[in-house]
């Protein structure tokens, strides 16, 4: 009799992990989880450090820092390949640059002292002007991110993709 309940106990044990198993699989396909986007967002943190700290460590005018950033603008969304709506953002309270790309035509729009219309259709796109402030909030779309400039050369950046009818947008 004692043998007959341990069967059934271990077979009990053994249909609990089963079930367990088929949930976490489950659950596991069915994630909207986009790496692509995780895996650009970890890149541009360490591209856009070497950056900062090779225009830093060589002393770059800030012509210079400028030119050079619009060169890594261009080549990081030629290396994207219009996977995901790309935003990049460099420079101090004076003179900043929005450059970047996107896939679908929408309204982007840099708003600090003023609004300034950035684009309005698809591809790439880079211009300089002056937000006139500490805070600049920029305007994708109708979705919207605040960022704040502070002391010295800034760089942020927003990567933005739609999937499954799903947004994902990361800051970094």
Known sequence: MEKKGQFYLISAIVLGFVIIGIVSITNYIGKDA????EDLNEELKIESRSFLEYGLNNSLSDSAFNTNFGTFASDYVSYV????DIYLIFGDSSDLTVAGSQKEAQTVILAGSGNTTITE???EFN???NPGGSSIRLYFGEDYRDFTLRNGKNIYFL???ELNSNRYVIVG
């Not at 986009?34 to 986007?37: C, E, V, Y």
């Not at 390949?81 to 995901?84: A, D, F, I, L, P």
């Open 81 to 84: 390949k219009s996977e995901v």
């Open 159 to 161: 990567l933005s993709e």
């Open 121 to 123: 259709t698809a591809g």
């Open 127 to 129: 211009q300089n002007l």
């Open 34 to 37: 986009n790496p692509r986007i």
